[in-house]
């Protein structure tokens, strides 16, 4: 694509709601200006005695991940899900790159309105929602829902009768998913046709089919399972009458790793093409979270404490399994690799290039010994004052992560950069 594309993009970036006004530093595309550039934030810091941890987001690989979307789905919309990671930044870049939300609470809805995205590119992606809730999103127009329960049907009957609906169905497959829904949500085969018959008695209109194979799916072939099992429930609401259907959302469960996103793509492709080529008018809509907020995020931390056994090192940085690391927890197929930023020991050679290395155990700021975030990494010896740096940061990072200790997760700073492709 040409420079003037990319310019436009860039724009648009600069522009967007959550990013205008602030700071976004420019950046050539290769790890040495990141590293630059967290080198000059954190001898900022220092500066004033802060060694509080930090994030970069670059919002040139945003851009990028769009792009790849873009090329590789071209018929599916995607609605970025806001559980994975609600910055503002990244939800006004992803508003104005053409994404669309999937949100799951009040607050989340709130948080997409407050940039100034209209209520007809949210979805309440939720299919058991607090009643509240449910008043909240009919005042302020969130017209598009998923449900998987009588029970469902009839809150959103007393409190939203207006709203579309997209019957939630249970993915036969979950992909081999890190973090699988089918226990928690989806309806199942034998459930489907009296939920639809449930819908169409108290005259609620359902207007297509939703799945969800699971956050952080392990094979692509899921995809394909879900969508010809979703095809069957359109054919069923045609045998019972009902309005033609014509939305089918594919869920989430994407990945960033280009290898497992060509094979996805391409199966999403092809059970599209062999199981709705016969329907004119379906719009297709997605919810893919990791895959958009993973890669951009590089998180900073500050080691605090140090001891040394024999040739074991073993280290305390201010961010943890209970903050933003609580991926080691909760996301168990996630791994966690850091490198080192000796800014306080290593001033000439930070990155500790061609330096000998120890067997380190990193530990997190709390007292808990789960709180341990790497065991037998090799890093080279590293003193109190130097800092760790973890890449592809920004999926149920954060979000997830909590005060316990007294350790905020939620005032974790973010600063913004952009890398451009062409650099």
């Not at 006004?21 to 420019?26: D, I, L, R, Y």
């Not at 169409?200 to 699971?214: C, E, R, T």
């Not at 394909?224 to 869920?251: H, Q, W």
């Not at 497992?260 to 999403?268: A, C, G, K, N, Y």
């Amino acid at each position: 694509m040409g420079s003037s594309y990319h310019r436009k993009l860039q724009h648009l970036i600069l522009n967007a709601p959550g990013v205008k006004g602030m700071k976004v530093t420019p950046l050539s595309r290769d790890d040495l200006r990141l590293t630059d550039l967290m080198q000059s934030i954190i001898f900022k810091a220092q500066e004033e005695d802060i060694k509080e941890p930090f994030y970069v987001l670059d919002l040139g690989v945003l851009v990028s991940s769009m792009d790849n979307w873009t090329r590789a789905l071209p018929m599916v919309q995607p609605f970025y899900a806001v559980k994975c990671n609600p910055e503002p930044a990244l939800l006004g870049s992803l508003a104005v790159l053409g994404s669309n939300f999937d949100c799951a609470s009040r607050a989340e809805i709130e948080s997409v309105l407050s940039l100034g995205v209209s209520p007809n590119r949210i979805i309440f992606a939720h299919p058991c929602k607090v009643e509240s809730h449910i008043k909240y999103a009919a005042r302020v127009g969130v017209n598009l829902t998923t449900f998987d329960s009588r029970d469902e049907l009839e809150k959103i009957r007393r409190w939203h009768p207006k709203c579309a609906l997209l019957i939630r169905i249970k993915a036969p497959d979950d992909g081999g998913a890190r973090t699988p829904l089918g226990t928690k949500y989806g309806a199942l085969p034998e459930e489907v046709e009296p939920l639809l018959e449930a819908a169409k008695a108290a005259s609620l209109d359902v207007i297509g089919v939703s799945f969800h194979i699971g956050s952080g799916a392990g094979h692509a072939r899921a995809y394909g399972a879900a969508i010809a099992e979703a095809k069957t429930v359109f054919d069923a609401a045609t045998r019972l009458g009902m309005p033609e259907m014509r939305v089918l959302n594919i869920g989430g469960g994407f990945t960033p790793a280009s290898q497992m996103f060509d094979h996805t793509t391409t199966t999403i492709r092809e059970a599209i093409e062999a199981h709705f080529s016969n329907k004119s008018g379906i719009k297709v809509i997605a919810e893919p979270g990791r895959y958009f907020a993973e890669p951009g995020f590089t998180l900073a931390t500050n080691i605090f404490g140090r001891r040394v056994r024999v040739e074991l090192r073993e280290y305390w940085c201010n961010d943890g399994v209970y903050g933003s690391l609580n991926c080691i927890l909760n996301d168990p197929g996630f791994t966690v690799t850091c490198s080192p930023l000796a800014c306080k020991s290593n001033h000439a050679n930070p990155t500790c290039k061609g330096a000998g290395t120890y067997k380190s155990t990193v530990f997190g700021p709390t007292c808990c010994a789960l709180d341990t975030i790497l065991r037998a990494h090799m890093l080279p010896e590293l003193q109190v004052g130097d800092w760790l740096v973890f890449p592809n940061m920004g999926a149920y990072t954060a979000a997830l992560g909590t005060s316990f200790n007294g350790f905020n997760t939620g005032v974790i700073k973010t600063y913004l950069a952009y890398s451009n492709p062409e650099s």
